[in-house]
Nanobody, 122 residues
Framework: QVQLVESGGGLVQPGGSLRLSCAAS????????MGWYRQALGKERELVAG?????????NYADSVKGRFTISTDNAKNTGYLQMNSLKPEDTAVYYC??????????????WGQGTQVTVSS
């Protein structure tokens, strides 16, 4: 059974950095797409960044994080990362990873991580 496990959240001061990790575990799968979403208290979940693997890798970012956040994947480790720099209080949220995995010959399926809290505060 495939699952995603996130790590790396925590409390950081404004201007600081954090790196979130999302490790996919299971058998016979490959990562087609990985995205990071966040949901602040009382707000809807929003896409922060996404990366598509394949012949050519493409990334996309929310305007609010462009130039500060970087998404990447390490296919050898089946792990995705979100490097967050110059953090602001408004980045405070629960961050979720989402991945679309090719499961053997069975097709592509979407999975979610359990979420990790990021709090930016002095």
């Amino acid at each position: 059974q495939v699952q995603l496990v996130e790590s790396g959240g925590g409390l950081v001061q404004p201007g600081g950095s954090l790196r979130l990790s999302c490790a996919a575990s299971g058998r016979d799968f490959s990562i087609n797409y990985m995205g990071w979403y966040r949901q602040a208290l009382g707000k809807e979940r929003e896409l922060v960044a996404g990366i598509r693997s394949g012949g050519s890798t493409s990334t996309n970012y929310a305007d609010s994080v462009k130039g500060r956040f970087t998404i990447s994947t390490d296919n050898a480790k089946n792990t995705g990362y979100l490097q967050m720099n110059s953090l602001k209080p408004e980045d405070t949220a629960v961050y979720y990873c989402n991945a679309i995995l090719q499961i053997g010959t069975h097709g592509s399926f979407a999975y979610w991580g359990q979420g990790t809290q990021v709090t930016v505060s002095s």
